[in-house]
């Protein structure tokens, strides 16, 4: 009988041979028999518990090495196009290698996201560890959870923080990631069912302690898969920069360009300056410079930074941070317009006539310094006859020329009739330890509002030159509401006791005297957000089909390059269609466009989405505390298992469950949404007014829960009587309908 081998020489034979690893082929290499193989499952063993060895089903392997055969998650291509792979079974302590994936000719086209088997060479490269080969493509972005992961006996559980979820994952020991109890943890479903019925995951990422308050911002990052770190290529090209000289541009140093920012703002990336026109055809007329930082300079096509800015699409704000587009070194410091110091730009001067009606306008490509950085707040005063020591200075020559070309825009803008929806921006303030301290709403001032539609008509510009010279670039489109969503609109205008005009081709203007109808009513809060429901969701698109919401033919994005990338083909758009150099449009832009608006435009809302539950979630903090407070509000949605509201206070949405609004049976109407009581015949419906209890908040998940108490003054007490057999009395959903429209019409005939 041969001797036992030694560790060593076990440790040896797995690393040269990694697809003869189970104690089978361990015992026939080294000769092991009989009764000796009680010994080798000793040695075994002790390795393992040494850390030495890992055993996965029936074989064993190195800890810091991956298996033969491992399951990859494809990565995007980086800047010189090549594809790596995640291992997704790495279990070592230490980075985690990278896996450079080798196609064959005959291999499927692989993408971001993409799972595969794949079968991998350790290899001594400067980049990468393993080369990978494909065996099969085994699925598509496998189901993301984020949770709270709980330490069992064996394994855990996570218990995930979205609002909808109703289940807990299991977590098998080898799949723990180190994860210690009460930790966020990000996984992925490994398998549909585990042994308890639950269905299994494997973690991919610690998180921390989630009821820490900055990890509000950081579990949306996560959620939605936001990337929040820059490769060390991209760091690397942006740290190289250098601020752009005179060579090839015009001098706009001694225009009196201003920026004009939220107090808070973390970048300045668009100013502008006003003056009389000198023109003696245009008597009264007014000339509008708006100048842009000329980000195409710096992140020009094939760059690691365009790559990086095109995968991310856009930057994403959040209460307490930013998650930029570009690096700080651009974003911060050489494309942000800081007073008094040259920056790069692309500007237009457009020329507006007394009644404010553009007349023309023409782009040139500068280098400016801007003379004030300034807030709102500040010039709002400036204007109002208040001014600061900042503002009076330019008071005459800077800011007043600028309310008067405002003044001649707003009243062409009032012709134009844009949508003019009225619904508050929340701001939630927190403490420097990211505590939210108070929820106010935004106040809508004049200096918004000028800064607001100089920028519209700068896009307008771009739009318009571009597509005269016949330049491909993205337009900014919002088409018109389609009918089944402006027919729900009618219903509930009409039930308020309004109308909307049917049988004419839609303008902006029907909806705007529907808004005005309803300003200073009851329902004009329902009647806003159902008109904003009522529309479609803007988008990129290298067509033109207009901007329905802003009543333009032509729009594109042009102001914002630091945080949008669609703005960032605009200017390269611009540059080439007027010959400025050699980092306008590439042939690779041009072939991509309708992918690249896809992309940005899918972004886009995945920003929103983050944004959208970060603040969720804040309030629901900021709520904790004051469980079991009554709260005034409107009914804001209607849905078959609860009746969403909007409270005053906050403007935060909280969800009153059916089964809390009584015994009684609900019968829901889609069209008319509507829930009416099978006994009692109340009917529930948008708009109405509402007081609640709250009775639970969960800052994890933004959740809020509530108990109705009054509905339009009504006190509201849980039906608990039933008839015959403890069952409600239902009505047929005909009869149903037919109550529910009597009563939208006594309920509006009252509000009149």
């Known amino acids: 009988m041969a001797d036992l081998p030694t560790k060593a020489q076990v ?46 089903g029936k074989h064993y392997r190195d800890p810091d090495k991956l298996p033969p055969v491992s399951v990859l ?44 088997l794949g079968r991998l060479t350790e290899v001594r490269a400067d980049d990468h560890q393993y080369e990978a080969r494909l065996i099969r493509r085994i699925g598509h972005n496998p189901h993301k959870i984020l949770g709270v992961y709980r330490k069992r006996t064996e394994g855990g559980r996570i218990t995930p923080i979205d609002k909808g979820a109703d289940r807990e994952w299991q977590v098998p020991i080898g799949a723990t990631h180190g994860a210690q109890d009460g930790e966020l943890v990000e996984a992925e479903q490994a398998s549909a069912r585990g042994k308890l019925g639950l ?34 290529k991209v760091i690397v090209e942006a740290d190289e920069m250098k601020p752009a000289g005179l060579s090839g541009r015009e001098d706009m140093r001694d225009l009196p360009l201003i920026t004009i ?20 055809k245009n008597v009264d007329g007014h000339v509008v410079w708006v100048a842009i930082a000329d980000v195409a300079h710096y992140v020009t096509p094939g760059t690691a930074l365009d790559f990086e800015a095109r995968t991310r699409g856009n930057s994403t704000y959040f209460p307490d941070r930013v998650v930029p587009m570009l690096p700080d070194r651009l974003s911060g410091d050489l494309c942000s317009l800081h007073e008094g110091v040259p920056r790069a730009c692309i500007a237009v001067r457009m020329r507006f006539d007394e009644h404010g009606q553009k007349i023309g306008h023409s782009f040139h490509r500068g280098l ?22 900042a503002c009076a200075p330019i008071l005459d020559e800077v800011l007043k020329p600028l309310h008067a070309a405002y003044l001649a825009v707003a009243r062409a803008r009032d012709l134009r009739q844009p949508l003019d929806l009225d619904l508050p921006e929340r701001r939630i303030e927190l403490s420097e330890a990211g505590d939210v301290t108070s929820v106010n709403f935004r106040e809508r001032l004049v200096a918004h509002r000028l800064i607001e539609d100089f920028m519209v008509l700068a896009n307008v510009c771009a739009g318009e030159t571009l597509a005269a010279k016949r330049q491909p670039l993205l337009y900014r489109v919002h088409e018109e509401p389609p009918p089944e969503k402006l027919d729900s609109l009618r219903e509930t205008a009409q ?22 109808d309803a300003a200073g009513t009851d329902v004009a809060e329902m009647i806003n957000l159902s008109t904003l429901r009522s529309m479609t969701q803007a988008y990129y698109s290298p067509e033109n089909f207009g901007h329905f919401g802003l009543a333009l033919k032509t729009y594109a994005h042009f102001t914002s390059p630091i945080r949008r990338y669609s703005d960032l083909i605009v200017h390269r758009g611009l540059i080439s269609a007027h010959g400025w150099g050699k980092d306008g449009l590439s042939v690779g832009d041009i072939e991509r466009l309708d992918r690249t608006a896809e992309h940005i435009s899918e972004t886009e809302r995945r920003s929103m989405a983050a944004e959208r539950d970060t603040t969720d979630r804040y309030l629901a903090a900021y709520l904790s505390e004051r469980v079991g407070n009554e709260f005034t509000g409107r009914i804001s949605g209607i849905a078959r298992f609860g009746v969403f509201v909007k409270l005053d206070e906050t403007a935060a949405d909280g969800l009153i469950p059916i089964r809390s609004l009584g015994s009684e049976f609900f019968h829901y109407d889609r069209e008319a ?35 109705l108490l009054e509905i339009e003054g009504d006190q509201v007490k849980p039906n608990t009587q039933t008839r015959g057999r403890g069952k409600p009395v239902r009505r047929k959903p005909g009869q149903a309908k037919a109550h529910a429209g009597k009563t939208a019409r006594k309920v509006s005939r009252r509000r009149k």
């Open 11 to 56: 440790l040896d034979w797995i690393a040269e041979n990694p697809t003869q690893t189970s104690k089978r082929d361990i015992a026939r290499a080294f000769g092991v028999k009989g009764a000796a193989r009680i010994d080798l499952k000793r040695l075994l063993k002790e390795l393992e518990a040494e850390g030495n060895l890992q055993k996965a």
């Open 73 to 116: 998650q494809m990565l995007a291509p980086d800047a010189n196009g090549d594809l790596y792979a995640r291992p997704l079974e790495w279990q070592g302590e230490g980075p985690e290698p990278r896996v450079l994936y080798v196609a064959r000719g005959t291999d499927a086209a692989l993408g971001d996201g993409d799972r595969i």
């Open 199 to 232: 269905p299994t995951a494997r973690i991919i990422a610690r998180l921390g302690d989630p009821s820490a308050p900055k990890a509000v911002s950081l579990i949306a990052i996560h959620q939605h898969g936001i990337p929040d770190d820059f490769p060390d």
């Open 261 to 280: 920012d939220p107090a808070d703002a973390r970048d300045h990336d668009d100013a502008v300056y006003a003056h009389a026109d000198d023109d003696p």
């Open 368 to 389: 400016m310094r801007s003379l004030a950085s300034l807030n709102y707040q500040e010039v709002q005063d400036a204007l109002d006859g208040a001014p600061n020591d």
């Open 495 to 516: 039930a308020s006791g309004l109308t909307l005009a049917k049988g004419q081709v839609l303008q902006t203007r029907h909806l705007n005297k529907l808004l005005n």
């Open 673 to 707: 949404q509507t829930l009416m009581g099978s006994d009692t015949g109340r009917v529930i419906s948008l708009g109405q007014r509402v007081t609640v209890r709250l009775t639970e908040a969960v800052p994890v998940t933004g959740g809020l829960m509530l108990e």
